[in-house]
C-alpha cells in the first residue's frame, strides 16, 4: 500500500520560512518523479514544483520561482519543499504526490498524499 504523509505545514507571519517534508513508503521512490501541490479554499489544486528521480531536473510553477525549492533524498524516501518568503496568497493546504513524468497537471500523478496545512499571515 502506497503512502504519501506530508508534514512540516503551519502558521508563519508573511515573510516567513517553512519546510515541508513527504516520506513515501509502498513504491519505489527512486523511479518516481515528485511534486508539490497546494489548494486554496474555494480554488483547484495547483501546481508548485516537481523534480526527477534523480534530482537532475526540477520545475516551478512562476509564483514560487526564486521563493521556493524542491528538494529529494532517495535515501530517505522523503522529498522537501523549502519556502521562504512566503506571502499570504500562499496560504493553502499543500499535497505531495507521485508520477511518472515531470508534468504540472494533478491528472499526472498516481498517489497522494493528505495534505498539510500553510497558513501565511500579513
Known amino acids: 500500500q502506497v503512502q504519501l504523509v506530508e508534514s512540516g505545514g503551519g502558521l508563519v507571519q508573511a515573510g516567513g520560512s517553512l519546510r515541508l517534508s513527504c516520506v513515501a513508503s509502498g513504491l519505489t521512490f527512486s523511479r518516481n518523479v515528485m511534486g508539490w501541490f497546494r489548494q486554496a479554499p474555494g480554488k483547484e489544486r495547483a501546481f508548485v514544483a516537481a523534480i526527477t528521480w534523480s534530482a537532475t531536473s526540477s520545475y516551478y510553477a512562476e509564483s514560487v520561482k526564486g521563493r521556493f525549492t524542491i528538494s529529494r533524498d532517495n535515501a530517505k524516501n522523503t522529498v522537501y519543499l523549502q519556502m521562504n518568503s512566503l506571502k499570504p496568497d500562499d496560504t493553502a493546504v499543500y499535497f505531495c504526490?507521485?508520477?511518472?513524468?515531470?508534468?504540472?497537471?494533478?491528472?499526472?500523478?498516481?498517489?497522494w498524499g493528505q495534505g498539510t496545512q500553510v497558513t501565511v499571515s500579513s
Open positions: 504526490a507521485a508520477g511518472d513524468a515531470l508534468k504540472t497537471s494533478p491528472s499526472a500523478y498516481n498517489y
